[in-house]
């Protein structure tokens, strides 16, 4: 297998409007309309029973790596206390749990995933101690929860196997 390479770069934000604004003067880089990653099946070292996670999320369209920023929320992994780069991610992987198992076996633990309503993980993050302050996220080839910021259903795009962030909503 060769190895995956980074698609996308997470960075975590007081205010993401604030963010987008600053990051696209800063890189000349131009950023989707603000999606949310909305589920009520997010495990962290918050709360490890499932629970309502609801990320405001903006991407980059340039990359890989992409640039996502993502606004503070909750008390866990996207707290106030985690501020910065935040992960690595790896859209499109066949196996999550199998990568956080072999992760698990090189010592380093998971903290936040996201289940299906028929407990497949959809996202899973490993530990952020655990690799130098860095998590990796490993990200199913299914779409996710993610909805516009207004809270409609996204489309999927077929060309990636993730929710469109760039084209209107529906309905
Ligand atoms: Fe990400």
């Not at 190895?3 to 960075?11: F, K, N, S, V």
């Not at 207004?150 to 209107?168: C, F, I, M, Q, V």
Request: proline share 9%; glycine share 12%.
């Amino acid at each position: 297998m060769s190895a995956p390479l980074i698609e996308h770069i997470g960075i975590l934000v007081p205010n993401l409007e604030d963010a987008i604004e600053r990051w696209s003067a800063a890189t000349g880089y131009t950023f989707s309309p603000i999606a949310r990653y909305r589920t009520q099946r997010y495990c962290d070292s918050s709360d490890p029973e499932p629970h309502f996670h609801d990320a405001r999320i903006s991407f980059s369209k340039e990359g890989p790596p992409r640039i996502e920023l993502m606004e503070v929320t909750g008390n866990g992994t996207h707290g106030a206390a985690q501020l910065g780069v935040h992960h690595f991610g790896f859209p499109g992987t066949e196996d999550v749990p199998g990568r956080i198992a072999e992760l698990a076996a090189l010592g380093i633990g998971a903290d936040g995933k996201s289940l299906t309503e028929d407990g497949r993980v959809h996202l899973w993050f490993t530990k952020k101690d655990d690799l130098d302050g860095i998590r990796f996220e490993f990200i199913a080839p299914f779409p996710g929860p993610l909805v516009s910021d207004d809270g409609r259903e996204l489309r999927n795009d077929p060309a990636t196997g993730r929710k469109d962030l760039w084209s209107p909503p529906l309905g």
